[in-house]
């Protein structure tokens, strides 16, 4: 069964499981609130091989691009930058790949080694 994301004002306040024509009957409202979102679809690619819809899966608080049909995570930093390819947000500079736990610091805009507890 599809899922659908309720955008307003270009978030997404709220994801369902329905048919499109339940959504079609405007029983939750205006229709064109209601968005066709997929599981599936994760840094626009369709995990099991087939069309990616809409970049991401969508998520409460996610921004709907309508010009671009797209859903994608807030920016999480102001120094990063959306990648249009996979709809995600990619830093300066890539995450490390030691295998060890970092978090980004914006001040110095580089990745900080977590301290372990």
Known sequence: MPHF?????????QVIVAEQEFIDSGALGDPTQWIQTSYNTIC????????????????IGMIYDR?????YSPKPHSSWTLNHSTWTWEAPTPYPTDGKSYHWDETTKAWVLNSQS
Do not use: Y
């Open 44 to 59: 626009g690619v369709h995990t099991n091989g087939g069309t990616p819809l809409r970049g991401n899966f969508a998520g």
């Open 5 to 13: 994301a309720k955008v307003e004002n270009g978030i997404v306040t």
């Open 67 to 71: 010009v671009n049909d797209v859903f």
